[in-house]
């Protein structure tokens, strides 16, 4: 029987507010299952960038102009919002970025240049995405610095005590996934920044995945930072947020030098602004911040709870469902998932799943999803990823499942 949650929880209408839904492709309807590259925008969203251009586009924080004010306003709404949407203390810990990939670089060439020596370590773990691969190697080379790797098991989970084994009083920093976005396991994070902390070290989550699906809460788990980004959860590409504790966001030097954050400059000196502006050089993206606001009302409107609950209903139904095929193979099968199905077909290339759904109107992700050292994990080029959003619906895996059996038919 459903729950109350449930059953309140209308799909139809939810899909009217996506007019990017209601199109054919290739003769069919659309059926997106590829919301783990970037989600679709709601109505509201894109209304409010055209509101922002139409009315009100104008520069932030230096003007005193009736529109500039109006920018100001319109930009810092939306930091208050995603302040109370992952429950930072305050606004100022919330920094606008590119995405997570430039939050995770900001803390790498900082943070991670400031207090990594040579003989250091920096774990991260082996479902991590080349945006939380790259960036520690690439400081870690410069400073003489180790990455060490949580090994996946073959569920595609990671243990406590392997993390354990890992720890050590050389342990600086601690960057993972919050969710992943290749297999959709969720990592026990909680208990990672607790244990990372017993050791001295920061821990960074790469929240990409974890944002649009979960309840996140930032002083609960008490990380020192989160990355995420907008694109993902029902807002414009291009922007995120890199979440820091304040002392730490503090002490850091900045990330890059411009308008915006400094206090005062002369040719022998500079001063640099109070956070977050001195990690926002330059004129950020007004219109697609302001419009995020947006994304969060859609987001809570709905509730996460219950997000959670539809998206969960979903992954099951699809996890068993798929089981149909024949000469399919689940890769991922945590305990704990968001919304991620990835697999493959025994005897065809992901491609040419992809190309072959793709006939049928259904938009999946075939490759190594930017985590190459997990597909070598499993002795895989790549998967086929169908990934779930708040608007899917069953009979959409149904058509999912349909054309994967006709697929598997041809397989000899
Ligand atoms: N980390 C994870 C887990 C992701 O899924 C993604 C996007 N696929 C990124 C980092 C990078 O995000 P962006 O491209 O928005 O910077």
Redesign the pocket.
């Known amino acids: 029987m459903e729950t109350a949650t449930k059953q309140s929880f209308d799909v139809a209408a939810i899909r009217e507010q996506f007019p990017v839904l209601k199109q054919e492709v290739n003769g069919y309807p659309l059926t997106y299952i590829d919301n ?2 970037t989600s679709q925008k709601p109505l509201r969203v894109i209304e409010a960038v055209n509101h922002y251009y139409t009315f009100y586009n104008s520069n932030i924080h230096r003007g005193v102009h009736t529109l500039a004010e109006k920018a100001t306003n319109a930009f810092e709404a939306t930091r208050k919002s995603i302040q109370q949407f992952i429950n930072a203390r305050e606004s100022e810990e919330v920094i606008f970025t ?5 939050s995770i670089n900001l803390v790498a060439a900082t943070y991670g240049r400031q207090n990594l020596s040579a003989g250091d370590e920096v774990i991260i773990t082996g479902l991590e ?1 080349h ?2 691969i790259v960036p520690w190697q690439m400081v870690c080379e410069e400073k003489g610095a180790n990455l060490k790797v949580i090994p996946v098991s073959d569920k595609g989970e990671i243990s406590i005590d392997d993390f354990k084994n890992l720890l050590s009083d050389k342990t600086r920093i601690v960057s993972v ?1 919050y969710a ?2 290749a297999l959709g396991t969720v990592n026990p994070v909680k208990e990672i920044i607790k244990l990372a902390h017993q050791a001295e070290a920061v821990v960074l989550l ?1 929240a ?2 974890a944002v649009p699906h979960l309840e996140v809460d930032v002083q609960a788990l008490d990380c020192d930072f989160m990355a995420g ?1 907008f ?2 959860m029902y807002g414009p590409t291009g922007v ?1 947020f890199l979440y820091g504790k304040r002392h730490i966001l503090e002490e850091m030097p900045p990330y890059q030098g411009g308008g915006e954050m400094i206090k005062e400059v002369t040719f022998e000196k500079t001063t640099y602004n109070d956070i977050p502006f001195k990690f926002e050089a330059g004129t950020p993206n007004i219109a697609d911040i302001v419009a995020t606001k947006e994304a969060i009302g859609f987001i809570n409107e709905l509730g996460r709870a219950a997000i959670g609950n539809y998206e969960n209903d979903l992954l099951a139904y699809g996890t068993q469902k798929l089981q149909e095929v024949d000469k399919l193979r689940l890769i991922g099968t945590a305990d704990h998932k968001v919304g991620v199905l990835s697999f493959v077909l025994e005897g065809m290339h992901p491609f040419d799943v992809g190309m072959m759904l793709d006939a049928r109107g259904i938009a999946v992700r075939t490759g190594h999803h ?1 985590t190459m050292p997990l597909m070598e994990r499993f002795g895989l080029e790549g998967t086929v990823r169908a990934s779930l959003a708040v608007y899917n619906t069953k009979e959409e895996l149904d058509v999912l499942i349909e054309a994967l059996k006709k697929i598997a038919g041809r397989i000899k």
């Open positions: 783990a590259a590119k995405g997570t990939s430039e995405h945006s939380n996934a992943s976005n790469d990409a995945q980004s694109h993902k995120g930017c």
